[in-house]
Antibody, heavy 121, light 109 residues
Framework: QVQLVESGGGIVQPGRSLRLSCAAS????????MYWVRQAPGKGLECVAG????????YYADSVKGRFTISRDNFKDTLNLEMSSLRAEDTATYYC???????????????WGQGTTVIVS | DIQMTQSPSTLSASVGDRVTITCRAS??????VAWYQQKPGKAPKLLIY???NLDSGVPSRFSGSGSGTEFTLTISSLQPDDFATYYC???????????FGPGTKVDIK
């Protein structure tokens, strides 16, 4: 069964750090680009970070650049998001998501986790 | 950066209605548009990729079309399970993070 399971969310004070993780199972994790997408309460979706299948390329939204770091472990089938200097506006549900096709980008995200909630307060 | 807009922002419809949601890009994009359905408290679900390709398991009442700067999602006959928020998403190789539209909420008339 193809699955993504996030963990690591919680309540954190402004300026502090938090690490989110996403455990993948049921597919060849190392062949897919992966993303973190967040959704603030009552708001829309924002893709905040992405990483290529081979880890060579990492992308960040301007809103998190310099504060968030995406990484992956293709042996442990795990995606991570290291968040530092957290702000109130980072409060959101954070989803990890998978590219639609292996090793090809641009076709959307077809597998999503259930989300983990981060509250900065 | 390419900006995405959606219209309408809210749509009230009845079961059986034909529903069309439009997504417009601030510049020409090469069809790299996807559509998602999201229900409250749930993760988004991919419906359409590359503007017009139905994702696996998605009912055939959903369809996508468009090119250039204007793309549409159509639900041919709205079903009770379709009341949700719909997002378009654009991919641009020059800004390789996916960019979502603001969403269209489809609610019961």
């Amino acid at each position: 069964q193809v699955q993504l399971v996030e963990s690591g969310g919680g309540i954190v004070q402004p300026g502090r750090s938090l690490r989110l993780s996403c455990a993948a199972s049921g597919f060849s994790f190392s062949r897919y680009a992966m993303y973190w997408v967040r959704q603030a309460p009552g708001k829309g979706l924002e893709c905040v970070a992405g990483i290529s299948d081979d880890k060579n390329y990492r992308y960040y939204a301007d809103s998190v650049k310099g504060r968030f770091t995406i990484s992956r472990d293709n042996f442990k089938d795990t995606l991570n998001l290291e968040m530092s200097s957290l702000r109130a506006e980072d409060t959101a549900t954070y989803y990890c998501a998978r590219d639609r096709f292996p090793m090809v980008r641009g076709y959307g995200m077809d597998v999503w986790g259930q989300g983990t909630t981060v509250i900065v307060s | 950066d390419i900006q995405m807009t959606q219209s309408p922002s809210t749509l009230s419809a009845s079961v059986g209605d034909r529903v069309t949601i439009t997504c417009r890009a601030s510049q020409i994009i090469s069809g790299w548009v996807a559509w998602y359905q999201q229900k409250p408290g749930k993760a988004p679900k991919l419906l359409i990729y590359k503007a017009s390709n139905l994702d696996s398991g998605v009912p055939s009442r959903f369809s996508g079309s468009g090119s250039g700067t204007e793309f549409t999602l159509t639900i041919s006959s709205l079903q009770p399970d379709d009341f949700a928020t719909y997002y378009c998403q654009q991919y641009d190789s020059y800004s390789p993070l996916f960019n979502f539209g603001p969403g269209t909420k489809v609610d019961i008339k």
